[in-house]
C-alpha cells in the first residue's frame, strides 16, 4: 500500500499531506516545506496584514527596488501624482504609478503610468531604440 507523505504543522497539531503545505522560494530554507500548513500560514498571513496593512506593499517596495513606502509617497507628492512621461494623474490611471527603475543599475528613475512603464520596458530602456522609434513616427506624419 503506497502512502503519502505527511508532515505536522505546529500551529494547527494535525497531520497533513505535504500537498497543505506551502514551499518556502527563497532564503536557506529554499524548496522546504513551512513548518505551518496553507490554512494556518494563510490565517496568520492575513491577519499581519489586517494589523499593518502598510507592510506588505514596504517590505515589496525594499525588496524590489531598495526604497519605502514614504519614499514612493514622496516621490508621488514631488510629480504632483502624475506619470513622469504622459503627466497622466494616478486617479485616471489602472491601479497605481508604478515605480520605474535602470534594470542595469537598479536606480529607481520615477513613477509611471502603466502604459509608459511597459513601453519603456519593452523598449529595453534602450535610448537609440526609442530614438528609432519617434524617427519612424516623424516619418509617417
Given at each position: 500500500m503506497d502512502s503519502m507523505p505527511v508532515k505536522h504543522c505546529n500551529r494547527c497539531d494535525t497531520t497533513l499531506p505535504f500537498s497543505e503545505f506551502h514551499i518556502r522560494k527563497s532564503?536557506?530554507?529554499k524548496g522546504k516545506l513551512y513548518?505551518?500548513?496553507k490554512k494556518c500560514h494563510n490565517e496568520?498571513?492575513?491577519a499581519a496584514r489586517l494589523?499593518?496593512?502598510r507592510y506588505q506593499p514596504n517590505w515589496e517596495l525594499q525588496k524590489k527596488y531598495g526604497i519605502t513606502l514614504e519614499q514612493k509617497e514622496a516621490m508621488a507628492v514631488a510629480q504632483e501624482f502624475k506619470c513622469k512621461i504622459c503627466g497622466t494623474h494616478q486617479d485616471d490611471v489602472w491601479g497605481?504609478?508604478?515605480v520605474d527603475?535602470?534594470?542595469i543599475t537598479g536606480k529607481v528613475r520615477g513613477l509611471l503610468c502603466v502604459n509608459c512603464n511597459q513601453g519603456v520596458g519593452k523598449f529595453k530602456d534602450d535610448q537609440e531604440l526609442l530614438k528609432k522609434a519617434i524617427d519612424y513616427l516623424k516619418e509617417y506624419e
Open positions: 532564503g536557506v530554507r513548518s505551518d500548513c496568520v498571513s492575513r494589523k499593518n496593512p497605481s504609478l508604478h527603475h535602470c534594470h
